[in-house]
């Protein structure tokens, strides 16, 4: 293998494992005693034990790290497999583009749309470019741009989630991070055009709901989608970064947790281990949910569409009490 | 008095100051304040006269929402909408202490049903919903009910054709509800975006600490966005900034000033005056929309 294998924290007792075995049946024919080949058969169905059950069942913790996984699909391999006549527009007009967002014109299917996307880098030096897809202002500024643009010609918009959150950084703040994020919100709610938000790996807090609500809300499995960072739930609780575990399971973040809060429509599984062990069927499975989404949103009326978007929004949180309505 | 003799003056007042082994208890809690700015103490009996403005320095100090509707709202104007509405535990959330605990703990502390107090009111004689945070109860964070509350102020003020005003302060999105409280900051967006679609006024005032997802929702899409002397308010906070990003921040970073001089706040405006600058703005911003 040319290109070293990344472990997530949780996989490291079976790459272990893996890696002993390995080592085991290196060992020359000549030399292989009874006991030690009997040793090599444990080992190997201890290998296959843990594989088997390691990824079974995953705790939030566990998916918050196959989401954030170096070689899952990137907002890049969704626009290139699923998108033909790809188009991308840069610059907010004011300040500068960034390369964290990527916003553009793209057809799916057959059908014309405006396409949004937190990006994040395949390598360290795409990276550093794309500041590991932590949007800043005028990256939320160009969307909004792209956002009007979809309203005014009729087309509908999806957007690819997949960012830690917003650029907690001095130059970030001093434009207005809060402000951009804000007029996003503003933008998107009443946009009068289909509205198709897809989870595919992280959704950090505002940074990513800028763009990331709307009529339909697909969810890879591993993805997650989260009011605060495990890390940072952890510190403001415990003061320590090391509780995140203990903070993910807390923060019901989960696409299946997403989903029993009614807030995801759908859930689109992923193959064992994760999306990065076969990219091109987890795109293939995104595509056709999104074509199907679009296709049920198309014959909705504009006025009825954000009618419904806000019906549903006003729907959204639990409140107890004499006028309030019990509820999710 | 000879220069030794003055020393020695000296001396014997350092001896006046209060014992520090005495017991602080029989000064009754809430009398003196000392101004976490210039640090002098100040007889609470003179803060309500300026409403929480330190006399020596100009100090903003922290309103309660109660104190706040006092300042804003025409005299025995404000009536309270959705005070029965409570926060449940929908994530049955538990970590450090349960979530029950803190919103019963808040409760009773602040006297409050929630982060969040809105009414009808006037204010200058104009007709608007007035919303006031207090930072009291969990920081403020904006959960399900004040994301409710939000929404049901901007939702009256379009059916009766009144300004929205409100007063912010907050943590940001309350984590103890998860994905339910980010989800109000898009649920409070659209429903400030629909009084604008109506051409209604809606002004806010950033008071000291707002942060995080109500900076990134309802309190910055004011028509009008005014802010405290001070107040520092931004999406992450500075400690986060700082360590972020690795630097040292600037001087004023996030203050109500610095946010005024890059052009994303209209006018940082003292207390003294905040009744008056409101009432002027509702007197040119509802010509065209209300009447």
């Given at each position: 293998m040319s290109k070293r294998r990344f472990v997530m924290e949780f996989e490291r007792p079976l790459v272990e494992l893996e890696e002993k075995l390995l080592e085991l049946r290196r060992i020359d024919a000549a030399a292989l005693t009874p006991e030690l080949a009997m040793e090599i058969d444990t080992l190997a169905a201890e290998v296959d034990r843990l594989h088997a059950s390691l990824y079974r069942d995953l705790g939030p913790w566990e998916k918050v790290q196959i989401a954030r996984h170096p070689?899952?699909?990137?907002?890049?391999?969704?626009?290139?497999?699923?998108?033909?006549?790809?188009?991308?527009?840069?610059?907010?007009?004011?300040?500068?583009?960034?390369?964290?967002?990527?916003?553009g014109l793209g057809t799916i299917a057959g059908r014309k749309a405006v396409v949004l996307g937190h990006r994040k880098g395949k390598d360290i030096k795409e990276n550093i470019r794309r500041n590991f897809g932590q949007v800043h202002p005028e990256g939320f500024r160009?969307?909004?741009?792209?956002?009007?643009?979809?309203?005014?010609?009729?087309?509908?918009?999806?957007?690819?989630?997949?960012?830690?959150?917003?650029?907690?950084g001095i130059e970030a703040e001093e434009r207005g991070q809060a402000w951009a994020i804000a007029e996003c919100l503003a933008t998107l709610s009443d946009l009068p055009v289909p509205v198709v938000v897809v989870g595919i790996g992280e959704g950090g807090s505002g940074g990513a709901l800028a763009i990331g609500f709307g009529d339909r809300l697909i969810m890879l499995e591993n993805a997650y989608y989260s009011v605060i960072s495990p890390e940072m739930c952890a510190v403001i609780l415990h003061k320590d970064a090391a509780k995140a575990a203990e903070a993910a399971g807390c923060l019901?973040?989960?696409?299946?947790?997403?989903?029993?809060?009614?807030?995801?429509?759908?859930?689109?599984?992923?193959?064992?281990?994760?999306?990065?062990?076969?990219?091109?069927?987890?795109?293939?499975?995104?595509?056709?949910?999104?074509?199907?989404?679009?296709?049920?949103?198309?014959?909705?009326?504009?006025?009825?569409?954000?009618?419904?978007?806000?019906?549903?929004?006003?729907?959204?949180?639990?409140?107890?009490?004499?006028?309030?309505?019990?509820?999710? | 008095m000879p220069i030794s003799e003055w020393f020695k003056a000296r001396e014997d007042r350092r001896y006046t100051s209060l014992d520090p082994s005495a017991p602080k208890t029989d000064v009754p809690d809430g009398v003196w304040e000392k101004c976490p700015s210039c640090k002098h103490i100040v007889y609470a009996g003179d803060l309500e006269h300026t409403d929480g403005v330190c006399p020596h320095c100009g100090h903003h100090f922290e309103l309660t929402a109660p104190e706040r509707v006092g300042t804003l709202a025409d005299e025995d104007?404000?009536?309270?909408?959705?005070?029965?509405?409570?926060?449940?535990?929908?994530?049955?959330?538990?970590?450090?202490?349960?979530?029950?605990?803190?919103?019963?703990?808040?409760?009773?502390?602040?006297?409050?049903?929630?982060?969040?107090?809105?009414?009808?009111?006037?204010?200058?004689?104009?007709?608007?919903?007035?919303?006031?945070m207090d930072f009291?109860?969990?920081g403020a964070s904006m959960g399900s009910v004040v994301g409710e509350k939000v929404a049901r102020a901007f939702e009256v003020a379009l059916a009766e054709r009144r300004a929205v005003i409100m007063v912010t302060a907050s943590g940001g999105a309350r984590m103890q509800e998860g994905m339910l409280s980010l989800m109000q900051m898009a649920k409070t967006a659209a429903a400030a975006e629909r009084l604008a679609s109506a051409a209604l006024p809606y002004i806010v005032v950033l008071a000291n600490n707002t942060y995080g997802g109500v900076t990134a929702s309802f309190a910055t899409l004011g028509d009008v966005v005014l802010a405290e002397p001070g107040a520092m308010v931004g999406f992450a906070g500075p400690r986060l900034v700082e360590q972020a990003t690795k630097l040292s921040l600037p001087k004023g970073f996030q203050t109500a000033e610095s946010l005024v001089e890059h052009g994303m706040v209209d006018a940082v405006v003292p207390r003294a005056e905040l009744r008056e600058t409101l009432t002027a703005l509702l007197g040119y911003l509802t010509l065209g929309g209300a009447s």
């Open positions: 070689d899952r699909p990137k907002t890049q391999d969704y626009v290139d497999a699923l998108f033909e006549d790809v188009i991308e527009l840069h610059g907010d007009r004011a300040f500068g583009d960034d390369e964290a967002m990527f916003a160009k969307a909004r741009r792209a956002m009007a643009l979809a309203g005014r010609f009729g087309l509908p918009v999806v957007s690819f989630l997949d960012t830690a959150g917003a650029f907690p019901s973040l989960t696409a299946a947790d997403l989903a029993r809060l009614d807030l995801a429509d759908e859930v689109l599984p992923e193959p064992v281990g994760g999306a990065h062990r076969d990219p091109a069927q987890v795109i293939e499975a995104v595509g056709v949910a999104v074509g199907g989404a679009l296709d049920a949103l198309a014959t909705t009326p504009a006025d009825r569409l954000v009618a419904e978007r806000y019906a549903r929004l006003r729907r959204i949180g639990h409140v107890v009490g004499e006028s309030g309505t019990t509820g999710t | 104007s404000f009536a309270e909408m959705d005070a029965d509405l409570i926060s449940g535990d929908p994530l049955s959330f538990t970590a450090a202490k349960p979530y029950t605990v803190s919103v019963a703990t808040a409760r009773e502390s602040s006297g409050l049903s929630e982060a969040i107090v809105t009414g009808r009111a006037t204010l200058g004689g104009h007709p608007v919903v007035l919303g006031v009291r109860f969990i």
